[in-house]
């Protein structure tokens, strides 16, 4: 089946700092990656939907200046949390979707941020 | 996006089928039902989907009612590996459709 990755898996980081988190399609193309993020005992929230080559488009409510991403290959998209903060402490995931236009998205292994 | 409604918890025994159900009344012509589960601090895995005739694969059946405004996720033998929170989701056909989570069905397994 396809896979996606992400790393890192986990990252403990300092008030103020950015972090990247990146997202790749091993075994496919995907011209659409989304980025979710969910909060302990909650069900994940849609960030944003990447497309390659283009700009995101953001879910109401979600800060696009604090949360960056790029998707310049077909395989790689990723998420920059820019000055993270303590409540930006969360379980970031990624999908990907096939660019042959299937109706499945798979998901990454998601990356735990913890901004102390 | 059209709603689905799972219930908050099921139980089942090892060996035995589950039947997970959902409803989605609101559900469009086009609309592909999706079947989700997530373990533990993992992202998500995928299921099984379907339009509307019944699918089966090597994880998981899954039945749609004719009408199509209910579904049900059948695991013909639960395992211990099942136990996970399991989302049904509708998403409209095309490359630009998203999911919406809500908060599915969280499944015990028990010896």
């Known amino acids: 089946g396809a896979v996606v990755s992400q790393h890192p898996s986990r990252v403990i980081c300092k008030s103020g700092t950015s972090v990247k988190i990146e997202c790749r399609s091993l075994?496919?193309?995907?011209?659409?990656m989304f980025w979710y993020r969910q909060f302990p005992k909650q069900s994940l929230m849609l960030m944003a939907t990447s497309n390659e080559g283009s700009k995101a488009t953001y879910e109401q409510g979600v800060e696009k200046d604090k949360f960056l991403i790029n998707h310049a290959s077909l395989t790689l998209s990723t998420l920059t949390v820019t000055s993270a903060h303590p409540e930006d402490s969360s379980f970031y995931i990624c999908?990907?979707?096939?660019?042959?236009?299937?109706?499945?998205?798979?998901f990454g292994p998601g990356t735990r941020l913890l901004v102390l | 996006d059209a709603k689905t409604t799972q219930p908050n918890s099921m139980e089942s025994n090892e060996e035995e089928p589950v039947h997970l159900p959902c409803n989605h009344s609101t559900i469009s012509g086009t609309d592909y039902i999706h079947w989700y589960r997530q373990l533990p601090s993992q992202g998500p895995e995928y299921v099984i989907h379907?339009?509307?005739s019944n699918v089966n694969n090597r994880m998981a059946s899954l039945a749609i009612a004719e009408d199509r405004k209910s579904s049900t996720l059948i695991l013909h033998r639960a395992t211990l590996r099942d136990a996970a929170v399991y989302y049904c989701i509708l998403s409209a056909t095309g490359t630009a459709s998203k999911l919406t989570f809500g908060t599915g069905t969280r499944l015990q397994v028990t010896l």
């Open positions: 999908s990907a979707r096939e660019t042959r236009g299937q109706e499945t998205q798979y």
């Open positions: 075994d496919f193309q995907a011209t659409t």
């Open positions: 379907g339009l509307t």
